[in-house]
């Protein structure tokens, strides 16, 4: 990755995903024992690779923080929830690690347990699991539940008898990463099965990057509040579609809600004003039951940015009840196709397709077909490469949206969840545009230090500065006038106050004459 200098936003998924997928090497890495389970195990033995344990619950004890426990590949029939207790909590610099035993596929199968049971609850904090599949749980496939900083990747949760994935009781600053979670469905109502849950009781925080929901019951994602208020949740690059329907395609009735990103609030009254703040970028909603991106009850601030909407059969959009004093709702750069768009006239609104005379039809589309959506993620876990609602060359969303800080090819931001690599004919050039580069930094993910590269070319101004998950700038690279060619920095993990920042997702953001580009990188612990 070292001389892969990419330019932004070709390699964004690609260097993020690849990052990603080293998470597991660089776990083995860290010096902590490695234990291992397979479904042909046995809990008496020691829990190694040539005699792995049978279970995670009989594999706990042997764990320290820092530890790996490594799962087989195979089905491992469960009958009771297996719960990691805050006993378990790691730290920063020191997690767990519940991982799929190089490329093979675990799945945990609850569904001869009793209804009612969950599949996994993890209370504790600062775990990493990866590659493990959850079905047929009598309640959630996964319940995070006070538990904080733990990081869920490469995860399914399909048929469980609750929502897929819930967080609650405080659970907050976790990293949900490449899942998917669906047909899930709670008979006999069928009014509680979302695939993402973080509501309720649900901490600040949670951060969600490249998940899809699809076909559960109730919603896609659902941030319903109760015993909780003024939290935040973020949504990066997710997709949601066809859910308050069965798997076979029918509707079990009015409990079924089928709303696709349901932004939370209370119940109907919402006595009480709660606020569940949404970020969504880049995230696309279609084929709804009701609504695509959904204000529900919610009185915090919502931002939509470059988000898509097609063919919610109540609305695409729907926020339009007036919100508490001092919360906004931005909605920038975001289309929708076949479908209401219904947003107060509080809203914040810029360069949507809704907007500013742009027509949308299924021409300014490569395809408007859904079938792909669902295809195998990619080997290293990011979303399947499709065509739906990306845009086709000679489109009127293309290079129409205003800059948002997020980079872009072209002269502007595309308008929707995709930006095309195609260039507007009709718009003036802009030549710095065209040659400056950010690299991925290297090595990533890192601990304790990395490097950024990136050219100009030619002389400018350079600010590069590092941003947490909700844009704040934690320290300043660089903010000087440089000169042409290649450069290089290095950031050691820690705050302009010289203090070491927790693990995790960060930005980085280089900002020159004429443009913008981010990145992401991963500090692990
Ligand atoms: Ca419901
Ligand atoms: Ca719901
Ligand atoms: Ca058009
Ligand atoms: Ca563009």
């Not at 990081?151 to 600053?173: H, K, M, P």
């Amino acid at each position: 990755m070292h001389n892969s200098l990419l330019t932004f936003p070709f390699s964004k998924d690609n260097t993020r995903s690849k990052a990603l997928f080293l998470l597991l090497t660089v776990a083995m890495e860290l010096g902590g024992g490695q234990f291992f389970i397979a479904p042909d195990g046995n809990d008496a033995d020691p829990g190694t690779l040539l005699e792995p344990k049978a279970t995670v619950s009989a594999s706990l004890n042997l764990l320290t923080a820092g530890d790996t426990l490594l799962v087989r590949g195979g089905t491992y029939i469960n009958n009771s929830t297996v719960t990691i207790g805050s006993d378990y909590d790691g730290t920063d610099g020191l997690r767990y690690y519940l991982m799929a035993y190089e490329n093979e596929s675990p799945l945990f199968d609850f569904s001869t347990s009793n209804f009612g049971l969950r599949g996994f609850r993890l209370n504790a904090s600062y775990w990493s699991i990866k590659g493990l599949s959850i079905k047929g749980a009598g309640d959630n496939g996964l319940q995070i539940s006070g538990g904080s900083y733990n990081f869920i990747e490469n995860c399914a949760f399909f048929e469980n008898r609750d929502t897929g994935l819930q967080l609650s009781n405080g659970a907050a600053y976790n990293q949900i990463i490449n899942c998917d979670s669906y047909y899930n469905a709670d008979p006999p109502d069928y009014g509680d099965a979302d695939g993402f849950a973080p509501k309720l009781d649900v901490g600040t925080g949670n951060y969600f990057y490249g998940c899809r929901a699809w076909g559960n019951c109730d919603d896609g994602w659902d941030g319903y509040m109760r015993g909780a208020s003024d939290v935040t949740t973020i949504l990066d690059s997710c997709w949601t579609w066809g859910n308050g329907y069965l798997p076979d395609g029918s509707d079990p009735g009015s409990q079924a809600n089928g709303n696709g990103f349901k932004m939370g609030g209370g119940d109907n009254s919402n006595a009480d004003a709660l606020m569940h703040h949404f970020e969504l970028t880049n995230c696309l909603a279609f084929n709804n039951k009701a609504k695509g991106f959904d204000q529900n009850n919610n009185l915090g601030s919502m931002t939509l940015l470059n988000c898509s909407g097609y063919g919610n059969l109540t609305a695409n959009y729907r926020i339009s009840r007036e919100l508490n004093e001092g919360q906004f709702l931005r909605v920038k750069n975001s289309v929708s196709h076949f479908g209401e768009t219904q947003l107060g006239d509080f809203a914040l609104q810029e360069t949507n397709s809704w907007l500013n005379g742009i027509s949308v039809d299924d021409d300014d589309f490569i395809s408007i077909s859904t079938i792909h959506a669902d295809n195998p993620r990619q080997p290293d876990g990011s979303l399947p490469e499709i065509d739906f609602m990306h845009l086709a060359s000679g489109s009127d969303l293309i290079d129409s949206g205003t800059d948002i800080g997020l980079g872009y090819n072209g002269n502007a931001p595309d308008l929707g969840a995709f930006e095309s690599s195609i260039t507007s004919t009709y718009a003036k050039e802009d030549g710095l545009r065209a040659g400056f580069k950010l690299g991925q930094n290297y090595p990533n993910p890192f601990n304790p230090a990395t490097q950024i590269d990136y050219y100009l070319p030619e002389s400018s101004a350079v600010r590069l500065v590092v941003l947490d998950l909700r844009g704040r700038e934690l320290i300043r690279l660089s903010d000087n006038s440089q000169v042409a060619g290649h450069h290089s920095v290095s950031w050691d993990g820690k705050n302009s106050r010289g203090q070491t920042v927790a693990g995790g997702l960060y930005f980085y953001r280089l900002e020159v004459s004429g443009g913008i580009i981010t990145q992401k990188m991963l500090l692990l612990k």
